[in-house]
């Protein structure tokens, strides 16, 4: 993925981030729940009664949102650097962590550092620093 430089708005990711901020937190007043992806996804293969609907609407208010903000706007061009099997291998390695992590990168790095939780501090210094290695492998070690 490139990101262009000369049209980054710092403005509008704030804004972005101060609007899953509100949504989190109006989440977690209102409803008692938390923003993990993985929990609320997770939650809709095992359905409880009273527990699906508020689910459906969050994960169908991640798709029908930037669809919205597509028809409004010119979406920026997106040019992924990776095979078609390195998405997948990735895929399943961020599903595999998401397990043995106990949550994924909404659910500690947004909520769980916002509520001062050590086990979120420890898991999302620990996703940081594999991304960065990571990265840092695939780019300077074996030059993918």
């Given at each position: 993925m490139t990101i262009a430089w000369n049209v980054f708005t710092p403005w509008s990711a704030l804004a972005g981030g101060g609007?899953?901020?509100?949504?989190?937190?109006?989440?977690?007043?209102?409803?008692?729940?938390?923003?993990?992806?993985?929990?609320?996804?997770?939650?809709?293969?095992?359905?409880?009664?009273?527990?699906?609907?508020?689910?459906?609407?969050?994960?169908?208010?991640?798709?029908?949102?930037?669809t919205a903000y597509a028809l409004a706007a010119k979406l920026p061009v997106l040019r992924i650097d990776a095979t078609?099997?390195?998405?997948?291998?990735?895929?399943?390695?961020?599903?595999?962590?998401t397990r043995y992590g106990a949550g994924?990168?909404?659910?500690?790095?947004?909520?769980?550092?916002?509520?001062?939780?050590?086990?979120?501090m420890l898991a999302t210094v620990t996703f940081m620093a594999a991304g960065a290695a990571t990265v840092f492998a695939t780019r300077h070690i074996f030059s993918i």
């Open positions: 609007l899953i901020g509100l949504a989190v937190a109006m989440l977690v007043l209102l409803n008692g729940r938390i923003a993990g992806i993985s929990g609320v996804i997770g939650g809709l293969f095992k359905p409880v009664k009273g527990d699906v609907a508020w689910r459906g609407a969050f994960v169908l208010g991640l798709v029908v949102a930037p078609f099997g390195a998405l997948i291998a990735a895929g399943l390695l961020v599903g595999v962590g994924c990168t909404s659910g500690h790095g947004v909520c769980g550092l916002a509520r001062l939780s050590p086990r979120s």
